[in-house]
T-cell receptor
Framework: DAKTTQPNSMESNEEEPVHLPCNHS???????IHWYRQLPSQGPEYVIH???SNVNNRMASLAIAEDRKSSTLILHRATLRDAAVYYC????????????FGTGTRLQVTL | DAGVTQSPTHLIKTRGQHVTLRCSPI?????VSWYQQVLGQGPQFIFQ???????GRGNFPDRFSARQFPNYSSELNVNALLLGDSALYLC????????????FGPGTRLTVL
């Protein structure tokens, strides 16, 4: 499985935008980029996914580099409820339900 | 609508015992996956079931087994418990195995003494 690299932790002020980076230099052409987050004492929660084009939903935006070797999850206005561990995961067709999680990025949001 | 539910919430066992964890997927979801999350690490894939058949297995010993029932609920069984089996066990469901969005339950916290 192609691997991802994320910073261990990041900090943000509340109501500021947050850019969470992910490197995936060995990504293959059929790999989708998924982002999940895990709030304290909860199971992981789907955030967003994409293949080649940038994606937006009500939770976040996903910016994918042109060469697809990196991506950035963007939270437009961080709130205290966004404090969580964010996981960047690659999956190919048929493996979306066999996710390979790394250690993720722990996001701390302060007032 | 109810999300993925898991039972029990917490469980304490001793080494050598057997444990059964249960998962009810979201209504209509036919694919169930199990993950183990050790403290401080990301979840690790254990099993995936679809239409009552095993469709994937992670790198876990044969002490771990699972099954899926006709109503698509699932059980994870672990025999001969070791201290290292202490973890949060997560269940995730989706309509099909290839669906991009996995919905996770809150997990079962297993402590082995």
């Amino acid at each position: 499985d192609a691997k991802t690299t994320q910073p261990n932790s990041m900090e943000s002020n509340e109501e500021e935008p947050v850019h969470l980076p992910c490197n995936h230099s060995t990504i293959s052409g059929t790999d989708y980029i998924h982002w999940y987050r895990q709030l304290p004492s909860q199971g992981p929660e789907y955030v967003i996914h994409g293949l080649t084009s940038n994606v937006n939903n009500r939770m976040a935006s996903l910016a994918i580099a042109e060469d697809r070797k990196s991506s950035t999850l963007i939270l437009h206005r961080a709130t205290l409820r966004d404090a969580a561990v964010y996981y960047c995961i690659l999956s190919s067709t048929g493996t979306a339900s066999k996710l390979t999680f790394g250690t993720g990025t722990r996001l701390q949001v302060t007032l | 609508d109810a999300g993925v539910t898991q039972s029990p919430t917490h469980l304490i066992k001793t080494r050598g015992q057997h444990v059964t964890l249960r998962c009810s997927p979201i209504s209509g979801h036919k694919s169930v996956s199990w993950y183990q999350q050790v403290l401080g690490q990301g979840p690790q894939f254990i099993f995936q079931y679809y239409e009552k058949e095993e469709r994937g297995r992670g790198n876990f010993p044969d002490r771990f087994s699972a099954r899926q029932f006709p109503n698509y609920s699932s059980e994870l069984n672990v025999n001969a418990l070791l201290l290292g089996d202490s973890a949060l066990y997560l269940c995730a469901s989706s309509l099909t195995p290839d669906q991009d969005t996995q919905y996770f339950g809150p997990g079962t916290r297993l402590t082995v003494l």
